[in-house]
């Protein structure tokens, strides 16, 4: 199976139709969204186009060059999220975050020169956004796009501890952090309350987990004072 972003040109019906599947072994379309733009890597959108989601891979074929189209497999996607700050990209999106077959950190100039030539070269692209001209199409991209990571848990190597492919939900939070503080965290089978998913070792996970862990304590620790507060307000009046 190849790692990373790549080239995707198998169309059905004369290579004017939908993107060819390996159905053999049980590849199925899960969801099509038309009128959706991507941009690959630090470039600039490329002309609508339409996502199809399978459950082994993101496909995205343009709309006007039948030759031209990108697809990633889920094992590949280490992160998807939505995104609607302005101040991190002008339209709203699903960002994603590729991991590459040699994942290695290089110098920006090449990073750059990489994405900004007319050659673009996919091994080295880490990032991928997804914009629909309908920006209430987000929600559920990124609820199809989690379940169907979901059906692609990441390999465990022998002696790897399992722990990957965190998702949680608001309500196993609240639970589990009043359980003190060695938790052992149990998957949600329900996508639909995700706070975030990430499909590797990255710190967006534990970073959520810790900010809602804190927040919860912090509440514990306001209902406390107020119940002393009151106690001692009884005693007073006594």
Request: net charge negative; hydrophobic share 30%.
């Amino acid at each position: 199976m190849a790692v990373g972003l790549r080239h995707f040109t198998a169309r059905a019906g004369n290579g004017s139709g939908e993107p060819i599947l390996d159905t053999d072994n049980g590849e199925e379309l899960v969801h099509v969204q038309p009128s959706v733009s991507v941009a690959v890597g630090d470039r600039a959108p490329e002309s609508p186009g339409t996502l199809y989601i399978t459950t082994r891979q993101v496909i995205w074929l343009s709309e006007l060059d039948r030759e031209k189209g990108y697809a990633v497999y889920f094992l590949s996607l280490s992160l998807h999220a939505v995104s609607r700050d302005p101040e991190a990209y002008p339209s709203p999106c699903i960002y994603t975050q590729i991991e590459t077959e040699a994942d290695e950190v290089e110098d920006e100039s090449e990073d750059s020169d990489s994405e900004c030539s007319e050659v673009l070269d996919l091994s080295k692209i880490r990032e991928m956004r997804f914009i629909p001209s309908d920006a209430n199409q987000l929600d559920t991209l990124f609820q199809v796009f989690c379940e169907c990571a979901e059906l692609n848990p990441e390999p465990i190597e022998e002696g790897e501890e399992e722990g990957h492919n965190w998702i949680f939900s608001a309500d196993q939070l609240e639970d589990e952090a009043g359980a003190g503080d060695d938790v052992e965290w149990h998957f949600s089978q329900n996508p639909t309350n995700t706070i975030g998913h990430s499909n590797g070792h990255h710190d967006l996970a534990s970073s959520v987990l810790e900010l809602q862990i804190n927040d919860q304590r912090f509440e514990d620790a306001e209902e406390m004072e107020q119940d002393s507060d009151t106690g001692h307000h009884h005693q007073s009046q006594q």
